[in-house]
């Protein structure tokens, strides 16, 4: 009786090992998977000179904003003060690049916060904005458009509904109206924008999970038993990674352009330097009237080198997924 015992639990712990081993391998399988399609994709896209040029610009900024303490002058919003008649009074200096104070590389502002410093640190917010709005803008997309494409019927419509429901409202008015609703604060900005922004990628994804669902090995996989997440995560998200990338790409430069925007107007983190809140206090001082080119251009020139660069960076893998544009 006990060898019978000990017969039928040695039979369970080979079962048991037999699917763990299967399902380790399933995961293998899968990563194997996925990383010979990110090194395809990789591999397609520093084929473009462009495409090359723009991942430099955005490592460059990408290392500024690492280096940020080392490489400024001045903590950003530490106001340099001269004295005048025994009174502090706030500095407002030229840059030293037209012959200024050699301390300050571009000069203070009217408050007297060193302006290359707060260029310098405002790469921080732009890249956090950004990047923090691309990776949940592509990730939320791309699930609800494979959760729609693969289920249809109720689930799709469900889902279709809030996507047409928020193509409804238009981005920076309505992440004005948020963030003044929310308070102006940075984080508030990226959830604004990710709360819209999904929208147009999870149509896309959608649209390209009805046709995939379709397909014979769809269909094969599910003859074969395989669960709906197997096949979400293992025969469609591949094949709809060159779209989440490229919308993830120019949701970069659509989160740096709307933070900007609404910096611009008065409702960005006074706690935080971004490059909109430099074109906001440039402004508000008249910058432009007195000719102070130099608080004004280099950020602007900052925001315009990397939105350009993610949309060059999207138009490289909108040729992986239309080789027609190649």
């Not at 019927?153 to 047409?164: P, S």
């Not at 669902?213 to 599910?222: D, I, L, S, T």
């Not at 790409?249 to 430099?278: H, K, Q, R």
Request: with cysteine; net charge negative.
């Amino acid at each position: 009786m006990a060898q019978e015992e000990r017969t039928t639990q040695s039979i369970f712990t080979d079962v048991e090992d037999r699917t763990s081993s299967e399902e380790i391998n399933k995961w293998e399988r899968t990563t194997r998977l996925w990383r010979e399609t990110l090194r395809e994709h990789w591999g397609l896209l520093t084929d473009e000179l462009s495409v090359k040029l723009s991942m430099l610009v955005v490592a460059l900024f990408v290392l500024v904003a690492i280096f940020a303490p080392w490489i400024a002058t001045n903590p950003p919003l530490q106001r340099q003060y001269q004295t005048e008649d025994g009174i502090l009074i706030a500095k407002w200096v030229e840059p030293s690049i037209l012959g200024g104070n050699s301390e300050y590389i571009l000069g203070t502002t009217a408050q007297g916060f060193d302006i290359f410093s707060q260029l310098v640190y405002g790469t921080r917010a732009a890249l956090l904005v950004g990047l923090i709005a691309a990776v949940f803008t592509a990730g939320i997309g791309t699930m609800v458009g494979l959760v729609a494409g693969y289920y249809g019927g109720t689930v799709d419509d469900a889902l279709m509904r809030i996507v047409d429901f928020l193509y409804g409202m238009p981005l920076l008015p309505t992440v004005i109206i948020l963030v003044a609703l929310l308070g102006p604060s940075l984080w508030n900005i990226i959830l604004a924008v990710i709360i819209l922004q999904w929208r147009a990628t999870a149509r896309v994804i959608r649209s390209q999970a009805l046709s995939l669902r379709e397909r014979p090995f769809v269909k094969a996989a599910q003859v074969a038993g395989a669960s709906d997440w197997h096949i979400i995560s293992r025969h469609l998200a591949p094949n709809v990674l060159p779209l989440s990338f490229l919308y993830g790409s120019f949701a970069i430069a659509w989160a740096i352009l709307t933070e900007a925007g609404v910096s611009f107007i008065g409702l960005g983190d006074p706690n935080t330097v971004s490059w909109g809140t430099m074109l906001q206090a440039s402004r508000a001082y008249s910058a432009l009237q007195f000719g102070a080119w130099w608080w004004f251009v280099p950020p602007g020139v900052c925001i315009g080198l990397l939105v350009i660069s993610g949309f060059l960076i999207g138009r490289g893998y909108e040729e992986i997924t239309n080789p027609k544009l190649q």
